[in-house]
């Protein structure tokens, strides 16, 4: 979708853009199914997750051919654009697996700053809507500086709908977030929360916070242990700060160009990212 309005935005012509939407959610989709394996979340999107309904042998595959379908897609898109979209969808996925190995390693850290978890998160989340906007743009023919706004806009989008899934980690319950309900917390994942919490929480609260984490089963009960301690700390405030701050920067990128599309429809994207609950 985003693909789609970026190129509207620039005044493209949005049937020439859907094979290059098509190869963006293809690799979204492929990132998703190895994600799912490497957390070993039993859901996604209220489905059964491939690993768990198949293998993990079949999901890995499932992964990789998502992965080639989105090369293929890409290619087909009729652009004279198509070599700067290929080189920007190629950088992008390796930095997207970067942004992973990272997260990866930081279960294993028991401390990690913020701006070291929000270097993570630009590149494993932020990464993929910067290329969605940049690549729909491209399509659309845009002149550079139009290429580079939204490709900021999709940024500043990425990390602020990072830090929410976050947020809705602990927040939600799991039959609207249509995953598993604090899949961040079972693999002790140093997230936005964690993180502040950590920094910020005095020694006992951090003790407490440590306590919870050695635990190797958990209930709703501790989930809502591990949620009370954050919102005495300040980090819920603090992450949907974080959000709202987000969200208000990928709207600035668009203050000052002269789209002649629908500009507004991303701004309504965007409002619709700030109330989602799943």
């Given at each position: 979708m985003l693909l789609l309005l970026a190129c509207r935005a620039v005044g493209g012509d949005v049937?020439?853009?859907?094979?290059?939407?098509?190869?963006?959610?293809l690799l979204h989709n492929f990132t998703l199914v190895h994600d799912d394996i490497m957390d070993g979340d039993d859901t996604r999107r209220g489905c059964a997750t491939v690993h768990k309904k198949w293998t993990p042998g079949v999901a890995i595959l499932a992964g990789d051919g998502l992965f080639v379908l989105a090369y293929q897609?890409?290619?087909?898109?009729?652009?004279?654009?198509?070599?700067?979209?290929?080189?920007?969808?190629t950088?992008?996925?390796?930095?997207?697996?970067?942004?992973?190995?990272?997260?990866?390693?930081?279960?294993?850290?028991?401390?990690?700053?913020?701006?070291?978890?929000?270097?993570?998160?630009?590149?494993?989340?932020a990464t993929l809507l910067r290329m969605s906007t940049s690549i729909g743009a491209l399509v659309g023919n845009a002149q550079a500086a139009e290429v580079e706004a939204l490709g900021q806009f999709g940024r500043n989008l990425g990390l602020a709908f990072q830090i929410q899934d976050d947020l809705l980690d602990v927040v939600a319950d799991e039959l609207t977030l249509g995953k598993t309900h604090g899949s961040d917390l079972r693999r002790k994942k140093q997230t936005f929360l964690l993180v502040h919490a950590l920094a910020h929480a005095s020694a006992a609260s951090r003790n407490e916070l440590r306590g919870l984490l050695s635990q190797s089963v958990w209930d709703s009960t501790r989930i809502e242990e591990f949620r009370d301690i954050l919102d005495a700390v300040g980090s819920l405030r603090a992450a949907q700060?974080?959000?709202?701050?987000?969200?208000?920067?990928?709207?600035?990128?668009?203050?000052?160009?002269?789209?002649?599309?629908c500009s507004s429809q991303l701004l309504e994207f965007v409002d619709t990212v700030s109330e989602r609950n799943s």
């Open positions: 049937e020439r853009s859907w094979d290059a939407a098509a190869a963006i959610e897609a890409l290619l087909r898109t009729g652009s004279p654009n198509l070599r700067k979209m290929a080189e920007i969808f950088a992008g996925t390796l930095t997207i697996c970067e942004g992973q190995a990272l997260d990866l390693d930081f279960e294993t850290q028991e401390m990690v700053e913020l701006q070291d978890y929000l270097d993570m998160i630009e590149r494993k989340t700060s974080a959000v709202d701050s987000y969200l208000e920067s990928a709207k600035r990128q668009l203050v000052g160009l002269d789209l002649p599309g």
